[in-house]
Nanobody, 127 residues
Framework: QAQLVESGGGLVQSGGSLRLSCAAS????????IGWWRQAPGKGREGVAC????????YYRDAVKGRFTIARDNPKKMVTLTMNNLKPEDTAIYYC????????????????????WGQGTQVTVSS
């Protein structure tokens, strides 16, 4: 059974940092891109970052470029999202998801492109 489990969320002050982790099991991890999504209260889910399975190339939405870094460890079946210089507008539930179309879904902002989802982890940035 495919499973993704996020961890590392929490409460941080504006300008602070957090590192989210996504642990995968139950599917062939190396054959899937892993994306991070977020959903703030009253808003739709948006793609934040993604790392491809073919060449580990990263994608970032403009709002997080230069602040967030995504990385994957295939032997450990783990993806991390390091978030620096956090802003109140980064407050959301963060989800990791696996898609076989190599980040096309994340780049297009289409959650339907992801096959497996984690349960989410809350990130709250205070001003």
């Amino acid at each position: 059974q495919a499973q993704l489990v996020e961890s590392g969320g929490g409460l941080v002050q504006s300008g602070g940092s957090l590192r989210l982790s996504c642990a995968a099991s139950g599917f062939t991890f190396r054959n899937y891109a892993i994306g991070w999504w977020r959903q703030a209260p009253g808003k739709g889910r948006e793609g934040v970052a993604c790392i491809a399975y073919r060449d580990d190339s990263p994608y970032y939405r403009d709002a997080v470029k230069g602040r967030f870094t995504i990385a994957r460890d295939n032997p450990k079946k783990m993806v991390t999202l390091t978030m620096n210089n956090l802003k109140p507008e980064d407050t959301a539930i963060y989800y990791c998801a696996a898609e076989w179309s190599d980040c096309v879904g994340v780049e297009a902002g289409d959650p339907e492109g992801s096959e497996y989802w984690g349960q989410g982890t809350q990130v709250t940035v205070s001003s």
